[in-house]
């Protein structure tokens, strides 16, 4: 078994030394073209609260509502996620010595601290979803829902162009690690946002795929069987490839309700407890499979039970429809 414990990988590329990945080929250097790109370090200057969506302390993150305050997308709509980065261990030493400690409270053998460490050891990893004038923010909120994993999530086109920018290399092609390209059965396979791909205990990629008809867990018949078989071994061959981190070790799962209607499933490793993978809203890949098998109408017909929100969109329609 491969010894992930800690293992810090390469802070220039997110990608440890080893084998060479098979990225996906496209034109350009795998950017976005179509959106302008504000300067990182001025881009939140000026930013407007205008709704803490979220936050959590146990997660250590805020969701904001607000406007771009400056550069190319000035008074958009946009959603904020900030999250504190995790603990490494190959900076352990230099936080010790460099951060400094203010004491708050001593009782006998116990004391408590506020602790300041350099700003390079203090970081915050931030998503920022701007919303197009002609798709407001205000508007995909009121479609969609805030998701009790820490995700938002709309119906409309915002996230759909975005997992097709992706397909189409049109965005995130140089963070590819795996492609399949065929059109019924493939899929690529990229580090999530929720990765900050600085060590593995804590790994976590997506693989979507290339079928745009197949919406959710829902739409799951025999007939993908093919596409979800091949996505688990060849995704679990890509991992261990890449990351040297063997099947028996990772969580390999479909969210239902999904965040995103365009089929995608969720690699992590077992140890890292990530939002989202609990009994209410994973459906591990094998049991999916195995379920299928047995009848290929099963996630057509049977009730799926799922978490939501009070303030849920979802859950105010199934109210009006009498569900509840």
């Not at 790109?37 to 993150?61: C, Y």
């Not at 920022?128 to 995700?151: I, K, T, W, Y």
């Not at 690690?177 to 900050?196: A, S, T």
Request: net charge negative; aromatic share 8%.
């Amino acid at each position: 078994m491969a010894d992930t414990k800690k293992r810090s990988l390469d802070s220039d590329n997110g990608t440890e030394s080893g084998p060479e990945k098979k990225l996906a080929t496209g034109d350009g250097d795998g950017k976005d073209t179509k959106q302008p790109v504000a300067d990182p370090g001025s881009m939140l200057a000026g930013f407007q609260t205008e709704k803490i969506m979220r936050e959590s302390s146990r997660e250590k993150n805020i969701f904001i509502h607000g406007k771009m305050g400056s550069g190319p997308n000035e008074g958009q709509d946009a959603v904020l996620i900030l999250e504190k980065t995790p603990f490494r261990e190959d900076s352990l030493a230099e936080l010790f010595k460099t951060s400094e400690l203010k004491l708050q409270m001593r009782n006998d053998i116990y004391s408590t601290y506020h602790m300041h460490p350099p700003a390079h050891l203090n970081e915050y990893f931030v998503q920022a979803l701007v919303f197009e004038r002609r798709c407001p923010a205000s508007r995909s909120f009121s479609n969609g829902r805030h998701q009790g994993d820490g995700g938002v999530s709309g119906y409309g086109e915002a996230h759909q162009e975005w997992v097709y920018n992706i397909l189409e290399k049109k965005a995130e092609a140089d963070r590819i690690v795996f492609e399949d390209p065929d059109p019924q059965n493939g899929f690529v396979l990229l580090p999530d946002f929720k990765w900050d791909q600085k060590q593995l205990d804590d790994l976590y990629l997506i693989a979507i795929c290339h079928q745009r008809e197949i919406k959710s867990l829902r739409d799951l018949t025999q007939e993908h069987l093919p596409l979800l078989q091949n996505i688990q071994q060849q995704g679990q061959e890509a991992i261990m490839k890449r990351y040297s981190v063997p099947s028996c070790r990772l969580r390999v799962y479909l969210h239902y309700q999904p965040s995103y209607y365009h089929l995608h499933v969720h690699f992590t490793v077992l140890g890292y407890e990530a939002p989202g993978c609990g009994v209410e809203r994973a459906h591990l890949l094998s049991d999916v499979i195995q379920n299928l098998q047995t009848d290929t109408q099963h996630y057509r017909t049977r009730t799926l039970t799922y978490p939501l929100r009070a303030d849920d969109a979802l859950l105010h329609k199934l109210r009006e429809a009498g569900r509840f």
